[in-house]
């Protein structure tokens, strides 16, 4: 069975900060790919960030300049700095995990059960 954990979110005010991670834990025998989407109230969830395992990273037009992410392999973390921030920020924010928990098996997807960033203007 496989967990990923998110934590860090909470209520900050425009132009703040506030750093999320995601912890996956479970029998994993590797990660690829690792990502954070969001959802705002009547709104589909959306990409925020995507990193591989090697490193390659791929943003929103929205996050940019604005967000970084990075994760500890030896770790299976994710994180999600998150800079700058704005009003429209705000969402449920989710972390994904493409991941394989045996050598020749296949790769599935896996989901935190997210963690709320509001923030205020």
């Known amino acids: 069975q496989v967990q990923l954990v998110e934590s860090g979110g909470g209520l900050v005010q425009a132009g703040g900060s506030l750093r999320l991670s995601c912890a996956a834990s479970?029998?994993?025998?590797?990660?690829?790919?690792m990502g954070w989407y969001r959802q705002a109230p009547g709104k589909q969830r959306e990409l925020v960030a995507v990193i591989t395992r090697g490193g390659s990273v791929n943003f929103a037009d929205s996050v940019k300049g604005r967000f970084t992410i990075s994760r500890d392999n030896a770790k299976n973390t994710v994180y999600l700095q998150m800079n700058s921030l704005k009003p429209e920020d705000t969402a449920v924010y989710y972390c994904?995990?493409?991941?394989?928990?045996?050598?020749?098996?296949?790769?599935?997807?896996?989901w935190g059960q997210g963690t709320q960033v509001t923030v205020s203007s």
């Open positions: 479970g029998s994993i025998f590797s990660i690829n790919t």
């Open positions: 994904n995990a493409e991941l394989r928990q045996t050598r020749w098996g296949n790769s599935y997807v896996y």
